[in-house]
Protein backbone atom coordinates (compact mmCIF):
# COMPACT_ATOMS: atom_id res chain seq x y z
CA UNK A 1 0.00 0.00 0.00
CA UNK A 2 1.26 3.76 -0.91
CA UNK A 3 1.95 5.57 2.28
CA UNK A 4 3.27 8.42 1.03
CA UNK A 5 1.52 11.34 2.97
CA UNK A 6 -0.38 14.18 1.20
CA UNK A 7 1.63 16.45 -0.39
CA UNK A 8 2.85 20.00 1.33
CA UNK A 9 1.04 22.79 1.07
CA UNK A 10 3.72 26.11 1.73
CA UNK A 11 2.49 29.12 2.86
CA UNK A 12 0.76 31.56 0.83
CA UNK A 13 -2.03 34.20 1.28
CA UNK A 14 -5.47 33.19 0.88
CA UNK A 15 -7.59 34.50 -1.49
CA UNK A 16 -9.59 37.30 -0.32
CA UNK A 17 -13.40 36.73 -0.51
CA UNK A 18 -14.26 40.74 -1.05
CA UNK A 19 -12.65 43.47 -2.25
CA UNK A 20 -10.64 46.27 -0.58
CA UNK A 21 -11.71 49.58 0.21
CA UNK A 22 -9.45 52.28 -1.71
CA UNK A 23 -7.55 53.03 1.05
CA UNK A 24 -6.88 49.46 2.26
CA UNK A 25 -5.69 48.55 -1.52
CA UNK A 26 -3.02 51.20 -1.48
CA UNK A 27 -1.87 50.06 1.96
CA UNK A 28 -2.15 46.11 0.89
CA UNK A 29 -0.26 46.97 -2.39
CA UNK A 30 2.55 49.17 -0.52
CA UNK A 31 2.78 46.14 2.29
CA UNK A 32 2.22 43.14 0.00
CA UNK A 33 0.77 42.87 -3.20
CA UNK A 34 0.65 39.21 -3.56
CA UNK A 35 -2.07 39.45 -0.30
CA UNK A 36 -4.39 41.87 -2.62
CA UNK A 37 -6.05 39.09 -5.05
CA UNK A 38 -9.41 37.34 -4.58
CA UNK A 39 -11.29 34.29 -5.88
CA UNK A 40 -12.20 35.64 -8.55
CA UNK A 41 -9.01 36.05 -10.02
CA UNK A 42 -8.10 32.60 -9.16
CA UNK A 43 -10.94 31.34 -11.06
CA UNK A 44 -11.56 33.33 -13.67
CA UNK A 45 -10.11 33.57 -17.39
CA UNK A 46 -9.73 37.66 -17.34
CA UNK A 47 -11.12 40.33 -15.55
CA UNK A 48 -11.90 43.66 -16.67
CA UNK A 49 -12.26 46.17 -13.83
CA UNK A 50 -12.08 49.88 -12.91
CA UNK A 51 -8.85 50.18 -10.69
CA UNK A 52 -7.47 53.08 -8.47
CA UNK A 53 -5.23 53.93 -11.39
CA UNK A 54 -7.68 53.17 -13.80
CA UNK A 55 -8.58 50.50 -16.20
CA UNK A 56 -7.69 47.02 -15.11
CA UNK A 57 -7.03 43.77 -16.93
CA UNK A 58 -6.09 40.65 -15.27
CA UNK A 59 -5.37 38.02 -18.04
CA UNK A 60 -5.06 34.56 -17.19
CA UNK A 61 -5.94 32.44 -20.19
CA UNK A 62 -3.05 30.73 -21.46
CA UNK A 63 -4.70 31.96 -25.25
CA UNK A 64 -5.31 35.97 -24.10
CA UNK A 65 -1.05 35.93 -22.11
CA UNK A 66 -0.03 35.01 -25.52
CA UNK A 67 -2.10 37.04 -27.45
CA UNK A 68 -0.46 40.07 -25.36
CA UNK A 69 2.85 38.92 -24.71
CA UNK A 70 3.59 36.87 -28.40
CA UNK A 71 1.46 37.59 -31.13
CA UNK A 72 -0.04 41.46 -31.04
CA UNK A 73 3.38 42.59 -28.54
CA UNK A 74 3.67 45.80 -30.62
CA UNK A 75 0.64 47.14 -29.21
CA UNK A 76 1.80 46.73 -25.68
CA UNK A 77 4.59 49.39 -24.20
CA UNK A 78 5.96 48.70 -20.20
CA UNK A 79 3.30 49.44 -17.74
CA UNK A 80 3.59 52.97 -16.38
CA UNK A 81 3.18 52.31 -13.21
CA UNK A 82 6.34 49.21 -13.54
CA UNK A 83 8.66 51.46 -15.41
CA UNK A 84 7.86 54.46 -12.23
CA UNK A 85 8.84 51.67 -10.02
CA UNK A 86 11.67 49.97 -11.77
CA UNK A 87 13.26 52.93 -14.08
CA UNK A 88 14.70 55.10 -11.15
CA UNK A 89 16.63 51.94 -9.97
CA UNK A 90 17.68 50.27 -13.56
CA UNK A 91 16.86 53.25 -15.99
CA UNK A 92 17.84 51.98 -19.16
CA UNK A 93 18.81 48.07 -18.27
CA UNK A 94 17.30 45.47 -20.24
CA UNK A 95 14.49 44.64 -18.12
CA UNK A 96 13.03 48.67 -18.19
CA UNK A 97 14.72 49.72 -21.34
CA UNK A 98 12.03 50.69 -24.47
CA UNK A 99 12.47 50.90 -28.43
CA UNK A 100 16.14 51.47 -29.71
CA UNK A 101 17.15 51.57 -27.01
CA UNK A 102 16.18 47.80 -25.68
CA UNK A 103 16.85 46.45 -29.54
CA UNK A 104 20.64 47.67 -28.93
CA UNK A 105 21.19 46.34 -25.31
CA UNK A 106 19.76 43.01 -26.50
CA UNK A 107 21.74 42.95 -29.32
CA UNK A 108 24.60 43.56 -27.04
CA UNK A 109 23.99 41.11 -24.02
CA UNK A 110 22.73 37.96 -26.40
CA UNK A 111 26.00 37.23 -27.39
CA UNK A 112 26.56 36.57 -23.93
CA UNK A 113 23.84 33.86 -23.33
CA UNK A 114 24.85 31.66 -26.59
CA UNK A 115 24.85 27.92 -25.78
CA UNK A 116 28.40 27.80 -25.70
CA UNK A 117 28.77 31.01 -23.67
CA UNK A 118 26.20 29.43 -20.77
CA UNK A 119 28.33 25.67 -20.82
CA UNK A 120 31.62 27.72 -20.55
CA UNK A 121 29.90 29.27 -17.87
CA UNK A 122 29.65 25.62 -16.12
CA UNK A 123 32.69 25.18 -14.45
CA UNK A 124 33.17 28.33 -13.07
CA UNK A 125 29.60 27.77 -11.36
CA UNK A 126 31.01 24.24 -9.58
CA UNK A 127 34.05 25.76 -8.57
CA UNK A 128 32.11 28.91 -6.83
CA UNK A 129 29.54 26.34 -5.65
CA UNK A 130 32.50 23.94 -4.05
CA UNK A 131 33.99 27.02 -2.61
CA UNK A 132 30.80 28.16 -0.84
CA UNK A 133 29.81 24.90 0.65
CA UNK A 134 32.63 24.61 2.73
CA UNK A 135 31.04 26.60 5.25
CA UNK A 136 28.38 24.35 5.93
CA UNK A 137 30.77 21.63 6.88
CA UNK A 138 30.41 21.74 10.51
CA UNK A 139 26.66 21.53 10.18
CA UNK A 140 24.18 23.96 12.29
CA UNK A 141 21.29 26.87 11.64
CA UNK A 142 22.04 29.15 9.14
CA UNK A 143 19.64 31.78 6.97
CA UNK A 144 19.13 30.27 3.62
CA UNK A 145 17.50 33.18 1.92
CA UNK A 146 20.22 35.09 3.27
CA UNK A 147 23.40 32.41 1.93
CA UNK A 148 21.26 31.50 -1.45
CA UNK A 149 21.61 35.41 -2.14
CA UNK A 150 25.62 35.18 -1.50
CA UNK A 151 26.30 31.87 -3.28
CA UNK A 152 24.26 33.84 -6.87
CA UNK A 153 26.13 36.65 -6.41
CA UNK A 154 29.33 35.06 -6.60
CA UNK A 155 28.33 32.91 -9.09
CA UNK A 156 27.67 36.16 -11.16
CA UNK A 157 30.82 37.90 -9.90
CA UNK A 158 32.60 34.77 -11.00
CA UNK A 159 30.90 34.42 -14.30
CA UNK A 160 29.68 37.54 -16.42
CA UNK A 161 32.37 39.49 -14.69
CA UNK A 162 35.25 36.94 -14.36
CA UNK A 163 35.43 38.03 -10.58
CA UNK A 164 35.96 41.40 -10.78
CA UNK A 165 33.46 43.35 -9.30
CA UNK A 166 34.06 46.29 -7.16
CA UNK A 167 32.35 46.11 -3.47
CA UNK A 168 32.08 43.99 -0.78
CA UNK A 169 29.78 40.81 -1.44
CA UNK A 170 28.38 41.22 2.25
CA UNK A 171 27.21 44.44 2.42
CA UNK A 172 26.60 44.76 -1.44
CA UNK A 173 23.50 41.84 -0.24
CA UNK A 174 22.44 44.06 2.68
CA UNK A 175 22.29 47.25 0.27
CA UNK A 176 19.87 44.98 -1.98
CA UNK A 177 17.52 44.26 1.05
CA UNK A 178 17.40 47.91 1.78
CA UNK A 179 16.96 48.85 -2.28
CA UNK A 180 13.60 46.42 -2.31
CA UNK A 181 12.28 47.55 0.87
CA UNK A 182 12.75 50.99 -0.33
CA UNK A 183 12.49 51.56 -4.02
CA UNK A 184 11.44 48.17 -4.98
CA UNK A 185 7.92 49.04 -3.69
CA UNK A 186 4.65 50.36 -5.38
CA UNK A 187 4.89 54.15 -4.07
CA UNK A 188 0.94 54.79 -3.22
CA UNK A 189 1.38 57.63 -5.68
CA UNK A 190 2.08 55.91 -8.79
CA UNK A 191 -0.71 53.50 -7.60
CA UNK A 192 -2.56 56.71 -8.29
CA UNK A 193 -0.96 57.89 -11.04
CA UNK A 194 -0.48 61.45 -9.18
CA UNK A 195 2.13 63.33 -11.36
CA UNK A 196 5.78 62.58 -11.33
CA UNK A 197 6.62 66.32 -10.16
CA UNK A 198 5.07 64.71 -6.67
CA UNK A 199 8.04 63.90 -4.43
CA UNK A 200 7.65 59.82 -3.55
CA UNK A 201 9.01 58.79 -0.03
CA UNK A 202 9.93 55.74 -1.15
CA UNK A 203 12.80 56.92 -3.61
CA UNK A 204 13.27 59.43 -0.98
CA UNK A 205 13.92 56.36 1.37
CA UNK A 206 16.49 54.63 -1.25
CA UNK A 207 18.45 57.84 -2.44
CA UNK A 208 21.33 56.81 -1.01
CA UNK A 209 21.19 52.89 -1.40
CA UNK A 210 20.63 54.01 -4.95
CA UNK A 211 24.36 56.12 -4.66
CA UNK A 212 25.83 52.83 -3.07
CA UNK A 213 24.90 50.73 -6.22
CA UNK A 214 26.17 53.12 -8.91
CA UNK A 215 29.77 53.89 -7.16
CA UNK A 216 29.64 50.15 -7.20
CA UNK A 217 29.45 50.30 -11.35
CA UNK A 218 31.92 52.98 -11.81
CA UNK A 219 34.09 51.23 -9.89
CA UNK A 220 34.00 48.12 -11.67
CA UNK A 221 34.08 49.92 -15.18
CA UNK A 222 37.06 51.72 -14.49
CA UNK A 223 38.89 48.65 -13.17
CA UNK A 224 38.09 47.17 -16.46
CA UNK A 225 38.86 50.12 -18.73
CA UNK A 226 42.67 50.11 -16.46
CA UNK A 227 43.50 46.40 -17.68
CA UNK A 228 42.38 47.10 -21.00
CA UNK A 229 45.12 50.10 -20.72
CA UNK A 230 47.63 47.69 -19.50
CA UNK A 231 46.94 44.63 -20.97
CA UNK A 232 44.30 44.05 -23.69
CA UNK A 233 45.30 40.39 -24.22
CA UNK A 234 44.84 39.72 -20.69
CA UNK A 235 40.94 40.95 -20.61
CA UNK A 236 38.35 38.27 -20.20
CA UNK A 237 36.18 37.88 -22.77
CA UNK A 238 32.81 38.00 -20.52
CA UNK A 239 29.81 40.24 -20.19
CA UNK A 240 31.52 43.25 -18.87
CA UNK A 241 33.88 43.00 -22.12
CA UNK A 242 30.94 42.61 -24.52
CA UNK A 243 29.45 45.74 -23.11
CA UNK A 244 32.29 47.77 -23.23
CA UNK A 245 32.99 46.55 -26.66
CA UNK A 246 29.35 47.32 -27.97
CA UNK A 247 30.00 51.01 -26.43
CA UNK A 248 29.84 53.61 -29.72
CA UNK A 249 28.11 55.71 -31.66
CA UNK A 250 25.93 52.34 -33.39
CA UNK A 251 25.78 50.63 -30.30
CA UNK A 252 25.66 51.38 -26.69
CA UNK A 253 26.06 54.37 -24.49
CA UNK A 254 28.17 54.79 -21.51
CA UNK A 255 24.96 55.54 -19.39
CA UNK A 256 23.39 52.29 -21.12
CA UNK A 257 26.26 49.97 -20.50
CA UNK A 258 26.42 51.22 -16.60
CA UNK A 259 22.52 50.43 -16.69
CA UNK A 260 23.01 47.25 -18.13
CA UNK A 261 25.75 46.06 -15.46
CA UNK A 262 23.78 47.47 -12.42
CA UNK A 263 20.58 45.31 -14.17
CA UNK A 264 22.60 42.05 -13.75
CA UNK A 265 24.68 42.80 -10.81
CA UNK A 266 20.90 43.91 -9.19
CA UNK A 267 18.72 41.79 -10.54
CA UNK A 268 20.50 39.02 -12.32
CA UNK A 269 21.44 37.13 -9.28
CA UNK A 270 18.63 38.02 -6.74
CA UNK A 271 15.88 35.97 -9.06
CA UNK A 272 17.67 32.80 -8.61
CA UNK A 273 18.67 33.17 -5.13
CA UNK A 274 15.14 33.22 -4.24
CA UNK A 275 13.72 30.00 -6.70
CA UNK A 276 17.19 27.94 -4.87
CA UNK A 277 15.48 29.33 -1.25
CA UNK A 278 12.10 28.52 -2.18
CA UNK A 279 12.98 25.04 -3.49
CA UNK A 280 15.32 24.11 -0.49
CA UNK A 281 12.50 25.27 2.24
CA UNK A 282 9.69 23.11 -0.04
CA UNK A 283 12.04 19.76 -0.55
CA UNK A 284 12.75 20.02 3.77
CA UNK A 285 9.01 20.20 3.99
CA UNK A 286 8.65 17.26 1.70
CA UNK A 287 11.04 14.38 2.96
CA UNK A 288 9.76 11.60 0.03
CA UNK A 289 10.48 13.94 -2.23
CA UNK A 290 13.82 15.29 -0.79
CA UNK A 291 14.67 11.67 -0.77
CA UNK A 292 14.18 11.02 -4.57
CA UNK A 293 16.23 14.25 -5.77
CA UNK A 294 19.36 13.26 -3.09
CA UNK A 295 19.38 9.91 -4.71
CA UNK A 296 18.95 10.90 -8.31
CA UNK A 297 21.88 13.59 -7.34
CA UNK A 298 24.10 11.06 -5.72
CA UNK A 299 23.60 8.19 -9.02
CA UNK A 300 24.25 11.35 -11.46
CA UNK A 301 27.49 12.85 -9.57
CA UNK A 302 28.97 9.25 -9.26
CA UNK A 303 29.14 8.36 -12.86
CA UNK A 304 28.74 12.07 -14.64
CA UNK A 305 31.84 14.42 -13.72
CA UNK A 306 30.55 16.82 -16.22
CA UNK A 307 28.25 19.95 -15.36
CA UNK A 308 27.04 20.87 -18.50
CA UNK A 309 25.48 17.37 -18.62
CA UNK A 310 23.56 17.47 -15.38
CA UNK A 311 20.20 19.50 -16.20
CA UNK A 312 19.64 17.10 -19.05
CA UNK A 313 20.12 14.30 -16.87
CA UNK A 314 18.64 15.18 -13.15
CA UNK A 315 14.73 15.44 -14.22
CA UNK A 316 13.91 14.76 -10.73
CA UNK A 317 16.01 17.72 -9.22
CA UNK A 318 14.72 20.47 -11.96
CA UNK A 319 11.21 18.90 -11.49
CA UNK A 320 11.55 20.43 -8.19
CA UNK A 321 13.11 23.36 -9.04
CA UNK A 322 10.36 24.26 -11.53
CA UNK A 323 7.83 23.50 -9.33
CA UNK A 324 8.72 25.58 -6.65
CA UNK A 325 9.69 28.42 -9.49
CA UNK A 326 5.60 27.88 -9.96
CA UNK A 327 4.57 28.26 -6.33
CA UNK A 328 7.18 31.24 -5.81
CA UNK A 329 8.11 32.77 -9.03
CA UNK A 330 10.76 35.10 -8.92
CA UNK A 331 8.98 37.80 -10.88
CA UNK A 332 5.19 37.40 -9.80
CA UNK A 333 3.61 39.87 -11.92
CA UNK A 334 4.29 41.19 -15.89
CA UNK A 335 2.26 44.41 -16.56
CA UNK A 336 1.62 45.90 -19.92
CA UNK A 337 -0.28 48.83 -21.08
CA UNK A 338 -1.94 48.92 -24.30
CA UNK A 339 -0.88 51.61 -27.18
CA UNK A 340 -3.89 51.68 -28.71
CA UNK A 341 -7.49 49.96 -28.00
CA UNK A 342 -8.53 45.82 -28.99
CA UNK A 343 -10.82 43.57 -28.85
CA UNK A 344 -9.68 39.78 -27.79
CA UNK A 345 -12.52 37.65 -28.56
CA UNK A 346 -15.64 39.22 -26.41
CA UNK A 347 -12.73 40.78 -24.23
CA UNK A 348 -12.37 44.76 -24.62
CA UNK A 349 -9.42 46.49 -23.06
CA UNK A 350 -8.60 49.91 -23.19
CA UNK A 351 -6.09 52.63 -23.89
CA UNK A 352 -3.89 53.16 -21.10
CA UNK A 353 -5.57 49.85 -18.93
CA UNK A 354 -2.94 48.06 -16.94
CA UNK A 355 -2.72 44.49 -18.46
CA UNK A 356 -1.35 42.83 -15.90
CA UNK A 357 -0.05 39.10 -16.54
CA UNK A 358 0.71 37.74 -13.24
CA UNK A 359 2.55 34.09 -13.00
CA UNK A 360 1.62 34.18 -9.17
CA UNK A 361 -1.90 33.96 -9.89
CA UNK A 362 -1.86 32.22 -12.98
CA UNK A 363 0.37 29.53 -11.63
CA UNK A 364 -2.00 29.03 -9.24
CA UNK A 365 -4.79 29.03 -11.05
CA UNK A 366 -7.95 26.96 -9.96
CA UNK A 367 -8.70 26.17 -13.60
CA UNK A 368 -5.09 25.17 -14.90
CA UNK A 369 -3.95 23.05 -12.17
CA UNK A 370 -4.79 20.23 -10.31
CA UNK A 371 -4.32 20.63 -6.71
CA UNK A 372 -2.48 24.51 -7.40
CA UNK A 373 -1.30 25.33 -3.87
CA UNK A 374 0.63 21.83 -3.24
CA UNK A 375 4.11 21.19 -3.74
CA UNK A 376 3.94 18.33 -6.61
CA UNK A 377 7.01 17.82 -8.50
CA UNK A 378 5.79 15.22 -10.41
CA UNK A 379 4.01 18.34 -12.57
CA UNK A 380 7.11 18.52 -14.02
CA UNK A 381 8.55 14.79 -14.66
CA UNK A 382 9.05 14.09 -18.04
CA UNK A 383 5.70 12.94 -19.83
CA UNK A 384 3.80 15.30 -17.50
CA UNK A 385 5.79 18.57 -18.17
CA UNK A 386 4.79 18.75 -21.89
CA UNK A 387 1.34 18.72 -21.29
CA UNK A 388 1.47 21.86 -19.50
CA UNK A 389 0.43 24.56 -21.89
CA UNK A 390 3.59 27.47 -23.12
CA UNK A 391 1.66 30.30 -21.73
CA UNK A 392 0.65 29.08 -18.08
CA UNK A 393 3.72 28.81 -16.73
CA UNK A 394 5.70 31.86 -16.67
CA UNK A 395 8.49 31.92 -14.53
CA UNK A 396 10.81 33.55 -17.25
CA UNK A 397 8.09 35.40 -18.66
CA UNK A 398 7.07 34.99 -22.71
CA UNK A 399 7.80 36.28 -26.42
CA UNK A 400 10.06 39.08 -26.83
CA UNK A 401 11.14 40.27 -23.73
CA UNK A 402 11.63 37.08 -22.71
CA UNK A 403 14.38 36.52 -19.83
CA UNK A 404 17.46 36.63 -21.63
CA UNK A 405 19.13 34.74 -19.10
CA UNK A 406 17.12 31.94 -18.26
CA UNK A 407 19.31 28.79 -19.49
CA UNK A 408 22.20 30.32 -17.49
CA UNK A 409 19.70 30.34 -14.21
CA UNK A 410 18.66 26.50 -15.35
CA UNK A 411 21.79 25.49 -15.63
CA UNK A 412 22.94 27.86 -12.22
CA UNK A 413 20.15 26.41 -9.95
CA UNK A 414 20.83 22.90 -10.96
CA UNK A 415 24.72 23.14 -10.63
CA UNK A 416 24.04 24.96 -7.26
CA UNK A 417 21.51 21.90 -5.70
CA UNK A 418 23.49 19.01 -7.04
CA UNK A 419 26.30 19.85 -4.62
CA UNK A 420 24.02 21.63 -1.63
CA UNK A 421 22.25 18.42 -1.45
CA UNK A 422 25.03 15.99 -2.46
CA UNK A 423 26.77 16.89 0.57
CA UNK A 424 23.82 18.45 2.88
CA UNK A 425 20.65 17.92 4.34
CA UNK A 426 18.37 21.00 5.04
CA UNK A 427 15.76 20.62 7.60
CA UNK A 428 13.48 23.23 8.68
CA UNK A 429 13.46 24.24 12.14
CA UNK A 430 10.99 25.79 14.39
CA UNK A 431 11.49 29.21 13.20
CA UNK A 432 11.44 28.46 9.84
CA UNK A 433 8.33 30.55 9.23
CA UNK A 434 8.49 32.01 5.77
CA UNK A 435 5.85 34.09 4.73
CA UNK A 436 5.81 35.28 0.93
CA UNK A 437 6.09 38.96 0.17
CA UNK A 438 6.30 40.88 -3.00
CA UNK A 439 9.09 43.49 -2.98
CA UNK A 440 10.22 43.09 -7.20
CA UNK A 441 10.84 39.32 -6.42
CA UNK A 442 8.91 37.02 -4.14
CA UNK A 443 10.87 36.66 -1.07
CA UNK A 444 10.66 34.97 2.39
CA UNK A 445 9.28 37.37 5.00
CA UNK A 446 11.17 36.26 8.00
CA UNK A 447 14.15 34.57 6.17
CA UNK A 448 14.77 30.60 5.94
CA UNK A 449 16.44 29.50 8.83
CA UNK A 450 17.12 26.00 7.99
CA UNK A 451 19.07 23.72 9.94
CA UNK A 452 22.11 22.01 8.05
CA UNK A 453 23.64 18.42 8.47
CA UNK A 454 26.40 16.70 6.56
CA UNK A 455 25.12 13.84 4.73
CA UNK A 456 28.19 11.68 4.28
CA UNK A 457 31.16 11.96 7.55
Known sequence: MDTQPAPFVPPAPKPRTSPPSTLEMIRIVYRNP????????????????KGAGGPLVIANDPALIRHVLVDNAK???????????????LRDGLLTAEGEVWKRSRKAIAPVFTPRHIFGFAQPMLKRTLEFVTRYEAGGTSDIAHDMTLLTYDILAETLFSGEIAGEPGSFENEIDRLFETMGRVDPLDLLRAPDWLPRLTRIRGRKTMAYFRKIVTDTVKMREEKFRRDPDAVPQD????????????????????????TF????????????????????ESPWERDRVEQEI?????????????????????????EALRLYPPAPSINREPIVPEMWRDLYIPKHAAVLVMPWVVHRHRKLWDRPDAFLPERFHPGNREKIDRFQYLPFGAGPRVCIGASFAMQEAIIALAILLSRFRFDATAETKPWPVQKLTTQPQGGLPMRITPRHR
Open 34 to 49: LELWGEPTYNEPWISA
Open 75 to 89: NYKMATVRQKILRPI
Open 298 to 322: DQVLAREPDPTKWLDVMPLTRAAFD
Open 265 to 284: IGAGHETTARALGWTLYCLA
Open 239 to 262: FLTLLLKAEGPDGLTRPEVEDNII
